[in-house]
Structure formats: C-alpha cells, structure tokens
Nanobody, 119 residues
Framework: QVQLQESGPGLVKPSQTLSLTCTISGASITTDYSSWTWIRQPPGKELEWMGAITYTGNTYYNPSQKSRTSISRDTSKNQFTLQLSSVTPEDTAIYYC???????????WGQGTQVTVSS
C-alpha cells in the first residue's frame, strides 16, 4: 500500500520560503506511472491544486502561483518537495501531497500538514 507523509515547519514568516517534503513508501517515484502532487486548502476555502512532478520528472504548476512555486524530487530518497517563495498570510493552509494515478484521480493522500504564515 502506498503511503505519503508531509513534513516541514508549521510556521513560516512572511517573505520567507515555505519548504515541505513528501516521503513516499510502498511505491516508486520513478517507476509508478503517476504524477506526484501538492494540494492545499486555506481555511474556509476549497482545495487548490498547486502543482506536480511526474514519474519522468516533468513539472506542472498552477498558473496562479507558478512564479513562486518549485517542485522537485530526490529519487534516491523517494521524496518530492514543495518550495513556495515570498509567502504571505494568504498562503496559510493545510498542505497535502498526493498521488495522481490518472489525470484528476488522486488515489493516495498524505494526512496533511498545517502551515501558518505569520510574523
């Protein structure tokens, strides 16, 4: 069974860079025919797809945050990361990593991690 777990700091100061890591077990980031995805949910709002990295290493980003978003991977550690630069309090959200086995079909999720942007 595939499992995903987010990790990283829960508090980030405005203008800093948010950095989260998703650790995958039970699946391979390189050989599974999947995209590895970051999704967030601000308080009181809907889920927002942020971006993904495919099993081949190609990246895709939500245009609304593309200029601030970077997704990368460490294949030796079976991990992928999210970096969101120049954060503001509007970036406060629960951040999830997920496996997108087929387009728009998310079949595995991490538990989510709360990130608060505050000074």
């Amino acid at each position: 069974q595939v499992q995903l777990q987010e990790s990283g700091p829960g508090l980030v100061k405005p203008s800093q860079t948010l950095s989260l890591t998703c650790t995958i077990s039970g699946a391979s980031i390189t050989t599974d025919y999947s995209s590895w995805t970051w999704i967030r949910q601000p308080p009181g709002k809907e889920l927002e797809w942020m971006g993904a990295i495919t099993y081949t290493g190609n990246t895709y980003y939500n245009p609304s945050q593309k200029s601030r978003t970077s997704i990368s991977r460490d294949t030796s550690k079976n991990q992928f990361t999210l970096q969101l630069s120049s954060v503001t309090p509007e970036d406060t959200a629960i951040y999830y990593c997920a496996r997108e086995a087929e387009e728009y079909e998310y079949d595995a999720w991490g538990q989510g991690t709360q990130v608060t942007v505050s000074s």
